[in-house]
T-cell receptor, first 115, second 116 residues
Framework: NAGVTQTPKFQVLKTGQSMTLQCAQD?????MSWYRQDPGMGLRLIHY???????DQGEVPNGYNVSRSTTEDFPLRLLSAAPSQTSVYFC??????????????FGPGTRLTVL | KNQVEQSPQSLIILEGKNCTLQ??????????LRWYKQDTGRGPVSLTI?????NTKSNGRYTATLDADTKQSSLHITASQLSDSASYIC???????????????FGRGTSLIVHP
């Protein structure tokens, strides 16, 4: 049981380049989400999904796209990277439903630098 | 707008001492409150969950309290260890329209440093 995995761990992009951050979970969780974490800002929700084929925007969605074709995978796409997207990105998953069932399990993070 | 405010922003204590971290929230309707520990370079890990009917819950040297009336929670760390150095994040979830619970609001965290 690998939990939540993210690739790559580190990435350097030039302004304007595009890339996809991969996220996968093997816990059969319905809910998956992407966060970015910047110094002094805490974790901010980018996009989330409550199941395959269903996605929605979070607090800071601009410049990012997501899709959820399977329960296991939830990739995050940067369409045209900007220096403001330099951050650490975390993917998380959890069960939906009752109040005791939504512990979020986080991946190890992807540290992205945009030059 | 739902908000979660944590204090202090950072804290430095000596090994073996106790400390208390605070979390105030405005999330409504309230579903649950979790405290997460985030070690440097890693993703957050859940320490404890508090639901509306719970006042106190312990996990080893960590004790969380919840006052749902004043919308405040605290995390008390007893006999601190060097490994307690981390960021502690308060996350409050609201109940969705369908009755489920998956909409979390994150605090900015308290950075704790434990010195030998």
């Amino acid at each position: 049981n690998a939990g939540v995995t993210q690739t790559p761990k580190f990435q350097v992009l030039k302004t304007g380049q595009s890339m996809t951050l991969q996220c996968a979970q093997d816990m059969n969780h319905e809910y998956m989400s992407w966060y970015r974490q910047d110094p002094g800002m805490g974790l901010r929700l980018i996009h989330y999904s409550v199941g395959a084929g269903i996605t929605d925007q979070g607090e800071v969605p601009n410049g990012y796209n997501v899709s959820r074709s399977t329960t296991e995978d939830f990739p995050l796409r940067l369409l045209s990277a900007a220096p403001s997207q330099t951050s650490v990105y975390f993917c998380a998953s959890s069960q939906l439903g009752t109040s005791g069932g939504n512990e979020q399990f986080f991946g190890p993070g992807t540290r992205l630098t945009v030059l | 707008k739902n908000q979660v405010e944590q204090s202090p922003q950072s804290l430095i204590i000596l090994e073996g001492k106790n400390c208390t971290l605070q979390c105030n929230y405005t999330v409504s309707p309230f579903s649950n409150l979790r405290w997460y520990k985030q070690d440097t370079g890693r993703g957050p890990v859940s320490l404890t969950i508090m639901t509306f009917s719970e006042n106190t819950k312990s996990n080893g040297r960590y004790t969380a309290t919840l006052d749902a009336d004043t919308k405040q929670s605290s995390l008390h760390i007893t006999a601190s260890q060097l490994s307690d150095s981390a960021s502690y994040i308060c996350v409050v979830s609201e109940t969705s329209a369908s009755g489920g619970s998956y909409i979390p609001t994150f605090g900015r965290g308290t950075s704790l440093i434990v010195h030998p």
